[in-house]
């Protein structure tokens, strides 16, 4: 993977302090501060909390299949939240149905608990899912190949696509989505620049945040096999590929010494979650089928199974149209992570892992969209602000 963007020097340090420095050091060696990325960034967060604040004080007006909130905190912590907000404050427990929590990575609540202590754990885990958003949105930024102009208006910079995805709010709430995400471009930019001393252990921290950090394997895999000739480059390309991998035994381990069985997180994600393989895009398949089942007797409406196909058949669509804009290893890191969350049912949450798929937005807006990525952009924030309100609202989760 040749090194693309202006030339940055990065003071290393533990992950993720090291990949924020990475971020705002890149700017600072020639490349002008992106401010209207920054200032879309504070509108995206400012968006976030008045949504939040709206469904808080006039809970009336929200129809909520769960329990009224506490307080603006169980607001942010809805659905999985709940999960990473119990882990942050007791820990993993083997006692009875409390060891369902073991399908939740260990490294958000930690970090969380760290951040907020006992009493304002989620508040802060959602501070600083926010400031590492604006990291990803920086991040992004140093993938674009050179000759393309990173600071030009804000609808071609990949950053602004990221902050106004649909389903982007769930990088400013209580889930581990900002981490991973950031932890795997924190890895792959310091790579690119080689600093395999910053790369390495991002990639590692991303094991231990999502099991989906298998695919970031993928990127310096493929650029290893690019270059066989030079061995260096080898060896550190495939140091970085066994990282996430790393990551993910550290906390498979655990979980086994924990609940003293070998395959105990595979067992509980099979018997308790109901998580299972199957053949690559068969439930996508399934769904598509029982949409147009819908269609034809006039039931159709927008219920999660028809945003996962959407979100789906978006993706597909631009990286068919646009697979050449993108480098070979990012590339095959997409197809990779594509197989790899279309590959397992129950597929409820495939529209909110594809978020991470970070080389997607360096595709939008698609080259050819001359004339509408602002109609998209407004389209995209409307769609978030609905997501939102429904995920708040106890009604949907991706």
Same mark, same amino acid.
């Given at each position: 993977?040749?090194?693309?963007?202006?030339?940055?020097?990065?003071?290393?340090?533990?992950?993720?302090?090291?990949?924020?420095?990475?971020?705002?050091?890149?700017?600072?060696?020639?490349?002008?501060? +992106?401010?209207?990325?920054?200032?879309?960034?504070?509108?995206?967060?400012?968006?976030?909390?008045?949504?939040?604040?709206?469904?808080?004080?006039?809970?009336?007006?929200?129809?909520?299949?769960?329990?009224?909130?506490?307080?603006?905190?169980?607001?942010?912590?809805?659905?999985d939240g709940s999960h990473y907000t119990w882990i942050a404050a007791n820990g993993y427990s083997t006692e009875g149905n409390e060891i369902r929590r073991f399908a939740f990575f260990p490294l958000f609540p930690l970090i969380a608990h760290l951040l907020g202590g006992g009493k304002h754990t989620v508040i802060a885990g959602v501070v600083f899912n926010q400031i590492l958003l604006l990291g990803s949105a920086l991040l992004l930024g140093q993938l674009v190949r050179p000759g393309k102009e990173r600071n030009a208006d804000l609808l071609s910079q990949p950053g602004f696509w990221l902050l106004i995805s649909p389903l982007a709010f769930f990088f400013s709430v209580f889930y581990s989505e900002s981490l991973f995400l950031f932890l795997g471009l924190a890895g792959t930019v310091a790579y690119t620049r080689g600093?395999?001393?910053?790369?390495? +252990?991002?990639?590692?921290?991303?094991?231990?945040?999502? +099991?989906?950090?298998?695919?970031?394997?993928?990127?310096?895999?493929?650029?290893?096999?690019?270059?066989?000739?030079?061995?260096?480059?080898?060896?550190?390309?495939?140091?970085?590929?066994?990282?996430?991998? %790393?990551? /993910?035994?550290?906390?498979?381990?655990?979980?086994?010494?924990?609940?003293?069985?070998?395959?105990?997180?595979?067992?509980?994600?099979?018997?308790?979650?109901?998580?299972?393989?199957?053949?690559?895009?068969?439930?996508?398949?399934?769904?598509?089928?029982?949409?147009?089942?819908r269609f034809l007797d006039g039931s159709l409406r927008l219920p999660d199974q028809n945003l996962r196909l959407l979100s789906t058949l978006i993706i597909?669509?631009?990286?068919?149209?646009?697979?050449?804009? %993108?480098?070979?290893?990012?590339?095959?890191?997409?197809?990779?992570?594509?197989?790899f969350i279309h590959s397992q049912e129950p597929n409820r949450s495939t529209a909110r892992y594809e978020l991470a798929i970070f080389p997607l937005y360096l595709l939008l807006p698609p080259a050819r969209a001359k004339l509408f990525p602002a109609v998209i952009a407004v389209a995209? /924030?409307?769609l978030q602000i609905r997501w939102l309100l429904e995920f708040l609202a106890w009604r949907w989760v991706a």
């Open positions: 993977m040749a090194e693309r963007g202006v030339s940055a020097e990065f003071v290393p340090g533990a992950a993720p302090t090291a990949g924020l420095v990475l971020a705002s050091r890149a700017y600072a060696h020639g490349a002008l501060v +992106p401010w209207n990325l920054i200032a879309a960034w504070g509108a995206h967060v400012c968006l976030v909390w008045l949504t939040v604040l709206l469904v808080y004080h006039f809970p009336g007006r929200f129809e909520s299949a769960g329990d009224a909130p506490g307080g603006i905190a169980d607001l942010f912590a809805a659905w600093r395999y001393d910053v790369a390495i +252990p991002a990639l590692v921290l991303a094991g231990l945040t999502r +099991p989906t950090a298998i695919c970031l394997a993928a990127i310096f895999l493929c650029d290893a096999a690019i270059r066989l000739r030079n061995r260096r480059k080898v060896v550190v390309a495939l140091a970085c590929a066994a990282a996430p991998v %790393l990551g /993910i035994l550290i906390y498979w381990a655990a979980v086994a010494y924990s609940t003293g069985n070998l395959m105990g997180y595979f067992q509980i994600q099979s018997t308790i979650w109901g998580q299972s393989w199957t053949a690559p895009f068969l439930p996508f398949l399934q769904d598509a089928r029982a949409t147009v089942a597909l669509s631009v990286v068919a149209a646009g697979w050449r804009r %993108l480098d070979a290893p990012l590339l095959f890191f997409v197809l990779v992570s594509m197989i995209f /924030i409307l």
